[in-house]
Nanobody
């Protein structure tokens, strides 16, 4: 069982930046993949960014060039740096990891982009 705790969400103006953090109870470097999803009101949950172990990092077209997924192995923490935020980025953001055959989820953190 892996516990994930997100933080860093909040209210930001359009064009601003936020960095989301996801503290994990496991060893980040051992996970098969680390991912960030988001879910806006009335919409399905969508994959925003994914960093598979040994594979290429993926970004949704809507965030490419603005968001960056990263990890700190020493801190067992995963990050999502979000720049040039837009109102359409407003959503609950979820951290997720794949460990073995299981996928684990955090509780989510709200990001609101509004003037």
């Amino acid at each position: 069982q892996v516990q994930l705790v997100e933080s860093g969400g909040g209210l930001v103006h359009p064009g601003g930046s936020l960095r989301l953090s996801c503290a994990t109870s496991g060893t980040v470097s051992s996970f098969n993949a680390i991912r960030w999803y988001r879910q806006a009101p009335g919409k399905e949950r969508e994959l925003v960014a994914s960093m598979p172990r040994g594979g290429n990092t993926y970004y949704a077209d809507s965030v490419k060039g603005r968001f960056t997924i990263s990890r700190d192995n020493a801190k067992n923490t995963v990050y999502l740096q979000m720049n040039s935020l837009r109102p359409e980025d407003t959503a609950v953001y979820y951290c997720s990891v794949v460990a073995g055959w299981s996928q684990y989820w955090g509780q989510g953190t709200q990001v609101t982009v509004s003037s």
